[in-house]
């Protein structure tokens, strides 16, 4: 008994030599690093084991930066250097720091320090880091159209910690500078400002500011808005205005930041516009074309930013040119013939595809006899004996095919292929026979891997050319 229990001892000794590393006697566990947001509570908790080896803890602190902020005593109990700021939950085993709210200068690192008697202090570190969610916008910063370079767009992100990070979007020319300000309680504000030539065509465009905060990207597109004064364009002259014509009109097309408001219509010389000639908003009626309207029309519009006009020559002639209505007229013809041509024989083509369809349907309802030539007799028993593979099966289904052939061209003669003997490649014969009446067939030809129901509508079109 005694020999075996020292035994035991020397190999329990031997052992923990063996395995010091993982089986310290004495072990202090913290986080090695803690994150918290700004304003708000963390803890640190900080633990001690001895695993069973008589070692009594006298103290456990917490320090940073050299400082003692909370110090736990069994003897003493606690103690905290800043009740307003700190507290201090412990026992012989353990001490959790608490830091009430949190301050960006709380970031760093703290020291959880264990004194044991007679072991003597043992030290692990803390690092804590302080974050704080920043506030992000984008907007658009409205201009006048100019080619000076300007800021057009405006990114924040605000109250962040650490510093977010900004890039702009867009397939317009511009740059961006970017500047961070290091706010009071630890947090940064960063701005970003988006910059190009304003021209008119940026109005209404689309940049996108991407703010980069904790490895995650937010993208706020923006709306550009560049106010310019109206761009004008008339419309609607042919060169083609002949004496007496009726109908001719102008238009005037525009488009402005903020709205055109306002449109007016004069003649170039400054003469009255004639009387034959009508205006109502961006439209110029010419009731009757006569000499007077053979002059240059201005068209002149308005919005907030200012006025801007355009104008067109017209030519009177005495004659309608016809050679170059002609010419378009053809082309048009052309056009909508082949429009017109292409409509008919889609149509054609799905009525006969659902007269087919309708066909086939009766045929499937109907129970007497067929009057068609009946199928051969081997084929009858097949499809008593085994009517669950009937739709498998390419007979049953092409049957009502052939018959429905044979309903829609009576003067045809009767398909060759309906040998009594009955046939086993259904399919080869029937494109024979379709080669046969209609040589594009083979043209048109698919394969047979399509279901036949497709097979269907598909032959149904070579007949429909016959
Ligand atoms: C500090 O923590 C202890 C134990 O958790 C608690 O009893 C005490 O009220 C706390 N003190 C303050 C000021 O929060
Ligand atoms: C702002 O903070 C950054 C990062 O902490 C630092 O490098 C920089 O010097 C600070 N700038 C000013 C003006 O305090
Ligand atoms: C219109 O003016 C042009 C010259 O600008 C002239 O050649 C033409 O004959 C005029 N048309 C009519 C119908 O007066
Ligand atoms: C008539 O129109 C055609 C095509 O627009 C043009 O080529 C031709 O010169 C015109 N004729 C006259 C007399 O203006």
Redesign the pocket.
Known sequence: MVIGAGRMQRIWAFLLVLLFPVLQAQQITVNEKVTGTLGQQVTLPCTFTSNGVDMQVTQIMWIKDSINIATYSPQFGIHIQNTNDFNLTANPSSATLLIKSLRASDEGNYICEVTTFPGGNRRDTTYLSVKADPKNSAEAIPVVAGDIEVPVAKCASVNGRPPSQITWRSTLPGNFATTINNNTDGTYTVVSIYKLVPTWTADKQEVTCAISYDSKESPIPVTLSVQYSPIVAIEGYDNNWY?KRTGASLTCSAHGNPQPTSYTWKTADGSPLPNSVKARDNVLYVEEVD?RV?TTIVCEVTNALGSRASQQEV????KPNTSGAGATGGIIGGIIAAIVGIAVIATVIMICRQQRKNQTAEDDDLEGPPAYKPPPPSVKMQEEKFPQIQGEEMLPLKAPLEHTDTMEDPDMTPPKYWSPTGSQDTATLEDDYLEQINPIYSELSIPQSGSHREDQGFMMSPAVYV
Do not use: A, I
């Open positions: 004496l000499e053979n030519l009177v002639r005495d």
